[in-house]
């Protein structure tokens, strides 16, 4: 069986963030608003699986945060696999698929971002990263640091 969005959405573990989220100027926005993503260092990087990872991206022009998963090999059916990104202070979470990321990882794709947190201390992020098992409903999932 192969997995839907809603079931990778589900699989994360998580649910509406809206309340007492905080509002800043780059939450939501892609990594290439402003150029953030030419300051991009990877704070941190976790395998999945044998041929899935996900990354913890920060901006140091932009003091922001992003989630970035990658499979080593073209993706074998949509909705392959998934990021998270969320942010300690408030719960303010995206994934791939939010409005500003590029999409869930489909297939023949490697990889997906999602949109960005501001991430300037007190506030630390974390990513999460989810891969289908082909032909199956299970997934695994690994996430970050905080930073």
């Not at 998580?14 to 007492?20: I, L, M, R």
């Not at 998963?69 to 202070?89: G, K, L, M, Q, W």
Request: glycine fraction near 6%; charged fraction near 20%.
């Amino acid at each position: 069986m192969i997995l839907t969005l809603s079931t990778l959405v589900g699989a994360f573990g998580f649910g509406s963030t809206e309340a007492a989220a905080e509002n800043h100027s780059y939450d939501g926005k892609s990594p290439y608003y402003n150029s953030c993503a030419s300051t991009a260092v990877t704070k941190h990087k976790k395998w999945i699986d044998s041929v899935s990872y996900v990354e913890l991206k920060f901006s140091t022009k932009c003091k922001t945060a992003w989630a970035k998963v990658t499979v080593t090999r073209p993706a074998i059916y949509n909705h392959e696999a998934d990021a998270r990104i969320v942010r300690s202070t408030d719960g303010k979470a995206y994934t791939c698929n939010s409005s500003g990321g590029n999409g869930v990882v489909n297939k023949g794709q490697r990889s997906c971002y999602t949109p960005m947190v501001y991430d300037l201390d007190p506030r630390k992020a974390q990513a999460q990263g989810i891969h289908a098992i082909p032909n199956s409903d299970a997934y695994k999932k690994a996430v970050t640091i905080w930073y």
